[in-house]
């Protein structure tokens, strides 16, 4: 049996073939965040923020971009895998990585158990559905003070060096470092997943249900795993804000904080892997730069921002950054 090369291979197979290569420009991101721990060394807070935040973002990518899942109740696996965290921690469990696996285990378990149930629902029910299920869980969080700490939220969290050498500094060098390790992990798995026939399947459900159906993919069951593992590495990025800023608040379950990353990643460009990467930045230093200029209308010019990367197109900035690189190549 003699195996087929990838000149002999059909135009469509060598297609997919060259898209699982790993591309000098996937590199950039990465490159940019190395270089700005030498170069902001006085902004590393902000970046462990947007490093977490964009973690967050791309596990939300995965289900809404790629499966198509529009959900307002992302921040629920967020602030489940952040209170697993910082509940453990305070409780005597100050390991960081084993803290962040039994986070992740925690939202998949979510994930899984109210996946069967809400993804048998589509359009404005369902989206009404993950908004309730989150607004549940920021209740009885709420409501079991003694162990999240309530409206004053879940205090003396206590975290020890990471592998029992690197120790969280007040400057955040450590934090920065350790959640961009995470970040890089996690998008290794990304995209292996996206380059797959599991990903490739999700991209189906997105554009034609029906049609996945007639031709036997178990949709329910890949929508559900689709919505296990982008919960597990939501609340890998919630357990990252836990140990790196030593405090959960209510705050991380709130609707507030899933309808900004649903911003953030159509800011970027949904379905396309680095949506996550370009929106997050850009929303959060426009914001950190608006509040400083006008502390009371800054959400003002997240808007008019937002309205004219919808006006110059549909698939965010980076659709814009195709739509130029088009344009020049024609020239």
């Known amino acids: 049996m003699t ?8 135009p469509a197979i060598r297609e997919l073939s060259r898209r699982h290569r790993l591309r000098i420009a996937e590199l950039l991101p990465w490159l940019i965040a190395v270089a700005c721990f030498f170069v902001f060394p006085d902004y590393l807070a902000l970046g462990t923020q ?22 307002l109740g992302q921040a629920a696996f967020f602030g489940v895998g952040a209170y697993t965290a910082g509940i453990l921690a305070v409780h005597g469990w100050t390991e ?14 979510l ?15 369902l989206l009404m559905l993950t908004l309730v299920v989150a607004a549940m869980i ?7 003070g003694a162990w999240t700490g309530g409206a004053d939220g879940l205090q003396g969290i206590t975290i020890s060096p990471i592998l029992g050498l690197f120790r969280f500094d007040l400057f955040r060098r450590t934090s920065y470092v350790y959640a961009l390790v ?11 997943i996206v380059h797959s026939p599991f990903g490739r399947s999700l991209t189906g459900i997105r554009e034609n249900v029906t049609r996945m159906h007639a031709i036997g993919s178990p949709v329910l069951g890949r929508l559900v795993t689709a919505y296990a593992i982008a919960g597990a590495l939501s609340g890998v990025a919630g357990a990252l804000l836990a140990q790196t800023e030593q405090f959960v608040s209510l705050e991380v379950l709130s609707f507030g904080r ?44 997240i808007g008019f921002l937002l309205i004219a990367v919808a006006l110059g197109a549909r698939g965010g900035v980076l659709d814009l950054w195709d739509g130029a690189v088009k344009r020049l190549r024609r020239r």
């Open 258 to 301: 899933s309808g900004t990353v649903v911003i953030m990643l159509i800011l970027g460009g949904a379905g396309r892997l680095y949506g996550a990467f370009v929106g997050v930045p850009l929303y959060m230093l426009a914001q950190d730069q608006l509040a400083e200029q006008f502390p009371i209308y800054w959400s003002s010019g």
């Open 182 to 192: 995470v970040l890089f992990l996690a998008w290794i798995a990304v995209r292996a």
């Open 96 to 109: 960081p990585l084993t803290g962040l696996v039994a986070a992740g285990l925690v939202a998949a378990v």
């Open 3 to 10: 195996a087929v090369t990838e000149v002999s291979a059909p």
């Open 50 to 71: 947007i490093l977490i935040s964009t973690l967050f973002a791309l596990s939300l990518d995965l289900i809404l971009g790629y499966g198509g899942v529009v959900t």
């Open 111 to 125: 994930g899984m158990v109210t996946g069967v149930i809400l993804l048998r629902t589509e359009g404005l029910t």
């Open 138 to 144: 920021a209740e009885g969080a709420n409501k079991a």
